[in-house]
C-alpha cells in the first residue's frame, strides 16, 4: 500500500470515529439505533463483504485456522462474522484480550476493502459471537452508569472503548433516558454519563 493510501486510511479512521460518534449523538436525538448510512448501496455493502470475506478466508488459510464465514448487510452496513462449530483456541486468539486482536483485525480488513474497492469501509467484524456477548456487557455497564447518576447526580466517566462501543453505550444510555458523551482522543476516547 502506497504512503498516500496509508495516509487516507488513517484519516479515514479518525472520519469513522467522529462518524460513530456524530451518529450515536443524532440516533440519541432521534431516539433510534437502526438509521442506515445514507447514500451506500446494497451492491456496494455486498461487495464490501466479498472483499472482506476473501481476506479473512486467506488469514485463516495461512494462520491454518478453521472457521466459516458469514455475510450480512443490515442497517446500512456490512457484518461478517467468523464462527467454528467447535470451541477453537485458534479463533479465540484472534479476539484477544477485551477484543484488542479483534479490533487490530477489523481495521486490517476495512484497508483490504479500501485497497480493493477505494472505498472507506465501515463494516463489523465479529469472531465466535464476542461482539454479542460484548454488547451484553456493554448494557450492563450503560445501566449501571445511569443507576449511579441518578443517585448520585454526578456525571460518570466510564472506560475507553471503541468507537463501535461507544456507539452501543450511546445508544442505550439514551434508551434509559440520560445524555452520554465521548471525550478524550486515540485509545483514551471513553464516555461521560450525565444527567443534563
Do not use: C, W
Request: avoid cysteine; charged fraction near 30%.
Amino acid at each position: 500500500m502506497s504512503a498516500e493510501s496509508t495516509e487516507h486510511a488513517i484519516s479515514a479512521e479518525f472520519d469513522d470515529e467522529r462518524d460513530d460518534a456524530q451518529e450515536a449523538s443524532n440516533d440519541a436525538a432521534e431516539g433510534t439505533g437502526n438509521s442506515p448510512v445514507k447514500g451506500v448501496s446494497a451492491s456496494r455493502l455486498e461487495e464490501e463483504g466479498d472483499v472482506a470475506a476473501d481476506y479473512l478466508e486467506e488469514l485463516l488459510d495461512i494462520a491454518d485456522i478453521d472457521g466459516d464465514i458469514d455475510i450480512e448487510v443490515r442497517n446500512g452496513r456490512t457484518y461478517i462474522s467468523i464462527v467454528a462449530e467447535e470451541e477453537s483456541a485458534g479463533l479465540e486468539s484472534l479476539v484477544g484480550r477485551d477484543g484488542e486482536v479483534l479490533e487490530a483485525l477489523q481495521e486490517l480488513t476495512r484497508l483490504a476493502v479500501l485497497s480493493a474497492t477505494e472505498n472507506r469501509s465501515r463494516l463489523v467484524l465479529d469472531i465466535n459471537g464476542y461482539r454479542a456477548e460484548r454488547a451484553g456487557d456493554l448494557q450492563k455497564i450503560a445501566e449501571d452508569a445511569v443507576a449511579a447518576v441518578k443517585e448520585s447526580g454526578q456525571a460518570v466517566a466510564l472506560a475507553p472503548m471503541s468507537a463501535y462501543e461507544r456507539k452501543i453505550v450511546h445508544d442505550a444510555v439514551a434508551d434509559l433516558g440520560l445524555v452520554s458523551e465521548s471525550e478524550g482522543e486515540g485509545a483514551d476516547r471513553h464516555i461521560v454519563v450525565s444527567a443534563d
